[in-house]
């Protein structure tokens, strides 16, 4: 899992930013839980600051790494981070930027890529649903991380299910 850019002075300027950042929380936690890489983005750290700590704090001892790209695989050491990954999934900011670029480079380099439709926000409604229809129709999925975890999941047998709703239920 790829969590771009989720620092307060993006979560400020997009439209809903605490929700976002609470479905960027959920989501980081439950691939956490269940064994998934975890790389966190940032967009010009010395900047624009850090991730927000709470994301952090969902999958520690992830790396946390510093792009000036807009794409986060046009970086070298997020590319080396996220290999040999053959399926991406992604959340963050902002989705007609850097969620954008960085999806259809994962496409174009022949990755699976899901985009976790309630974990990524933009400034403009608009601008984020016209981007998400054109990943879509370039090859990505994208669907609620709910449905993206408990695909994961299959069934109420899986070792992680029942802290997975225990998610579910305090993230709502």
């Not at 691939?31 to 998934?36: C, K, T």
């Not at 807009?70 to 850097?98: K, Y």
């Not at 994962?106 to 054109?134: E, K, N, P």
């Not at 370039?138 to 998610?167: N, Q």
């Amino acid at each position: 899992m790829l969590c771009i850019d989720v620092q307060p002075v993006f979560l400020r300027a997009i439209t809903d930013g605490a929700r976002v950042q609470r479905r960027c929380e959920f989501a980081v936690s439950a691939a956490h839980g269940f064994g998934l890489r975890v790389v966190f983005t940032e967009q010009v750290p010395a900047k624009l600051g850090g991730t927000a700590p709470e994301l952090l704090a969902a999958a520690p001892g992830s790396p946390v790494l510093g792009k000036e790209t807009f794409s986060a695989l046009a970086d070298d050491a997020i590319r080396a981070a996220v290999a040999p990954a053959e399926h991406l999934l992604l959340c963050g900011l902002e989705t007609p930027i850097c969620v954008y670029q960085t999806a259809l480079d994962a496409l174009h380099a022949g990755l699976h890529v899901t985009i976790l439709s309630d974990a990524v926000g933009a400034r403009r409604s608009g601008d984020a649903s016209a981007c998400l229809d054109a990943l879509r129709h370039a090859g990505a999925h994208v669907l609620p991380s709910e449905t993206v975890f408990y695909s994961l999941l299959r069934d109420v047998r899986h070792p992680f299910f029942k802290t997975y709703t225990h998610l579910v239920k305090s993230h709502g």
